[in-house]
């Protein structure tokens, strides 16, 4: 695989992930307004937030998690059984094509307290109830794979660990989001899914972004 592959394979699913976060985090605004708080209380309002702020900003990585948990990169991860080997009560024959239903199994009420609600706090120690404090997305913990496990897990897992909370971070710390009538429901945005390797949104989301603060105007205003 080339830098191009995997710096191609990371853009496209870092921007369907990124559409799925602005997507939830609009149709949550506790949430998002929460995200906003502590962006502001840790990076201030004189300066964007940039990569060097994701480790001090752990509502913002819950919330990439809960994200990845509800939308995986990867619904379905495949692996080819080099032994033969036993799962459960069946023998798995040697150069078997195996698939991991990821997407069911980050949705499975026996892993998952509220499978299908958007919480980032289960991902928090202040969260007692249902607490997946310890869950990582680094392919140690079999309940949230969304990059994979072991030696063939997603190469562009540490591309997104920088880039999807950095990114996320500065669109919340700069903007409001208002949709698009015709893509929601009333003040709801639909969450149908698409098809694909990687499932993007059925709906392109189509938002206009209002700007927050006149400092962040100036900044991202375009050269003349």
Same mark, same amino acid.
């Given at each position: 695989?080339? *830098? &191009?592959?995997? *710096? @191609?394979?990371?853009?496209? @699913? @870092? /921007?369907? @992930?990124?559409?799925?976060?602005?997507?939830?985090?609009?149709?949550?605004?506790?949430?998002? &307004?929460?995200?906003?708080?502590? %962006?502001?209380?840790?990076?201030?309002?004189?300066? +964007?937030?940039?990569?060097?702020?994701?480790?001090?900003?752990?509502?913002?990585? /819950?919330? %990439?998690?809960?994200?990845?948990? +509800?939308?995986?990169?990867s619904p379905v991860i495949t692996r080819k059984c080099v032994k033969e080997c036993k799962?459960?009560?069946?023998?798995?024959?040697?150069?078997? =094509?195996?698939?991991?239903?990821?997407?069911?199994?980050?949705?499975?009420?026996?892993?998952?307290?509220?499978?299908?609600? *958007?919480?980032?706090?289960? *991902?928090?120690?202040?969260?007692?109830?249902?607490?997946? =404090? $310890?869950?990582?997305?680094?392919?140690?913990?079999?309940?949230? +794979?969304?990059?994979?496990?072991?030696?063939?897990?997603?190469?562009?897992?540490? +591309?997104? &660990? &920088?880039?999807?909370?950095?990114?996320?971070?500065?669109?919340?710390?700069?903007?409001?989001?208002? %949709?698009?009538?015709?893509? $929601?429901?009333?003040?709801?945005?639909?969450?149908?899914?698409?098809?694909?390797?990687? %499932?993007?949104?059925?709906?392109?989301?189509?938002?206009?972004p209002v700007a927050r603060h006149s400092l962040f105007t100036t900044i991202l205003e375009?050269?003349?």
């Amino acid at each position: 695989m080339s *830098f &191009q592959d995997l *710096f @191609t394979a990371g853009t496209d @699913t @870092t /921007a369907a @992930t990124t559409e799925w976060i602005l997507s939830e985090l609009i149709n949550n605004p506790r949430v998002l &307004q929460k995200a906003r708080e502590e %962006i502001d209380q840790v990076v201030g309002k004189t300066r +964007l937030v940039n990569e060097s702020d994701g480790p001090n900003l752990p509502y913002m990585q /819950a919330i %990439i998690k809960e994200v990845l948990r +509800l939308h995986p990169v990867s619904p379905v991860i495949t692996r080819k059984c080099v032994k033969e080997c036993k799962v459960g009560k069946y023998i798995i024959p040697v150069g078997t =094509i195996l698939f991991v239903n990821n997407w069911a199994i980050s949705r499975d009420p026996k892993y998952w307290e509220s499978p299908l609600a *958007f919480r980032p706090e289960r *991902f928090l120690q202040d969260h007692k109830e249902g607490s997946k =404090i $310890g869950i990582d997305i680094k392919g140690q913990h079999y309940e949230l +794979l969304p990059f994979g496990s072991g030696r063939k897990m997603c190469p562009g897992m540490n +591309l997104a &660990q &920088q880039m999807l909370p950095t990114v996320a971070a500065a669109i919340i710390q700069c903007f409001d989001l208002n %949709i698009a009538d015709s893509l $929601g429901h009333g003040s709801i945005l639909s969450m149908e899914e698409g098809s694909g390797l990687v %499932i993007p949104r059925l709906h392109q989301l189509v938002c206009v972004p209002v700007a927050r603060h006149s400092l962040f105007t100036t900044i991202l205003e375009p050269e003349s």
